[in-house]
T-cell receptor, first 112, second 116 residues
Framework: QKEVEQNSGPLSVPEGAIASLNCTYS??????FFWYRQYSGKSPELIMS????GDKEDGRFTAQLNKASQYVSLLIRDSQPSDSATYLC????????????FGDGTTLTVKP | NAGVTQTPKFQVLKTGQSMTLQCAQD?????MYWYRQDPGMGLRLIYY???????DKGEVPNGYNVSRLNKREFSLRLESAAPSQTSVYFC???????????????FGPGTRLLVL
């Protein structure tokens, strides 16, 4: 079992819809959770970080964390074609190194 | 601020050749990382450095060596390149503290390496 698993894609939604991306992790000691967006041929960039159970909202993006169930999700409201990208889930411990384990990513396509 | 810079952007090597990928950050971050990303896959950690003078193996260290030259620079060396090392290599850095966005990783633009 992979340490970080994401729902297999690709995921396609119409413009204006809600896109839901899911991620599960195996290590209960994980303490920090991240969603990165990666456009084709580019490097990953942070979309959201979440550290405690519950929801965290930033504009059209909402991250949800449930440590008991070991899952973290990302909701994108009012999806735009510019949201078309691969979304990487990452989890880490709060150690000095700050290193993260990444999932394989879910590719989202938003159709106009 | 340039953020995280990597050189070269592209490289073609023949099997058995060696090369060093360079990475530098100007954000005064403590931690630095090297990842490889193969098509359709996520990022796999090769090596990381929690601070100047320290390095540790990640998930896929075989065939690679690293040097944390100073706080800014972290290089990755392939001593004898193999076709299996064909990949995109990303360097990243983070503040390395559990506060605010300290654990966020900032990535360089990547180096695309082809080993023939």
């Amino acid at each position: 079992q992979k340490e970080v698993e994401q729902n297999s894609g690709p995921l396609s939604v119409p413009e204006g819809a809600i896109a839901s991306l899911n991620c599960t992790y195996s290590d209960r000691g994980s303490q920090s959770f991240f969603w990165y967006r990666q456009y084709s041929g580019k490097s990953p960039e942070l979309i959201m970080s979440i550290y405690s159970n519950g929801d965290k909202e930033d504009g059209r993006f909402t991250a949800q964390l449930n440590k008991a169930s070991q899952y973290v999700s990302l909701l994108i409201r009012d999806s735009q074609p510019s949201d078309s990208a691969t979304y990487l889930c990452a989890v880490s411990y709060n150690t000095n190194a700050g290193k993260s384990t990444f999932g394989d990513g879910t590719t989202l396509t938003v159709k106009p | 601020n340039a953020g995280v810079t990597q050189t070269p952007k592209f490289q073609v090597l023949k099997t058995g050749q060696s090369m060093t990928l360079q990475c530098a950050q100007d954000m005064n971050h403590n931690s630095m990382y090297w990842y490889r990303q193969d098509p359709g896959m996520g990022l796999r950690l090769i090596y990381y450095s929690a601070s100047e003078g320290t390095t540790d193996k990640g998930e896929v260290p075989n065939g690679y060596n690293v040097s944390r030259l100073n706080k800014r620079e972290f290089s990755l060396r392939l001593e004898s390149a193999a076709p299996s090392q064909t990949s995109v290599y990303f360097c990243a850095s983070s503040a390395g503290k559990a506060s605010g966005s300290g654990w966020t990783q900032y990535f360089g633009p990547g180096t695309r390496l082809l080993v023939l």
